[in-house]
């Protein structure tokens, strides 16, 4: 069994940044993928972005550039720089996901995070 505990988020200005954290625990194996999703209010899950064992990355077109993503082995980061409201949304991070189209499918996640970004 994988656990994934989540720290970071809370509340943050139109044009500002902020990291959230993952990290991952229990039957992990070596080399796995950690990836975010996010929620917004009325919204469907989406995925921002995956980093694989071996440090491959993956973004959601649209927040290439603005977002980053980073590893530090079972510890995942989202690092959201110039943050407008459209970034407010609960953040889930998920592990051992697999593929990429539509989105990751990923068996493990964590309870979520609310971000929520204020003008």
């Known amino acids: 069994q994988v656990q994934l505990v989540q720290s970071g988020g809370g509340l943050v200005q139109a044009g500002g940044s902020l990291r959230i954290s993952c990290v991952a625990s229990?039957?992990?194996?070596?080399?796995?993928?950690l990836a975010w999703f996010r929620q917004a209010p009325g919204k469907e899950r989406e995925f921002v972005a995956a980093?694989?064992?071996?440090?491959r990355i993956y973004f959601t077109e649209s927040l290439k550039g603005r977002f980053n993503i980073s590893r530090d082995n079972a510890e995942a980061f989202l690092h959201m720089n110039s943050m407008g409201p459209e970034a407010t949304a609960v953040y889930y991070c998920a592990s051992h996901c697999d593929g990429l189209e539509p989105a990751p499918d990923c068996p493990d996640w964590g309870r979520g995070t609310q971000v929520t970004v204020t003008s």
């Open positions: 980093i694989s064992g071996t440090a």
């Open positions: 229990g039957h992990t194996g070596d080399i796995y993928t």
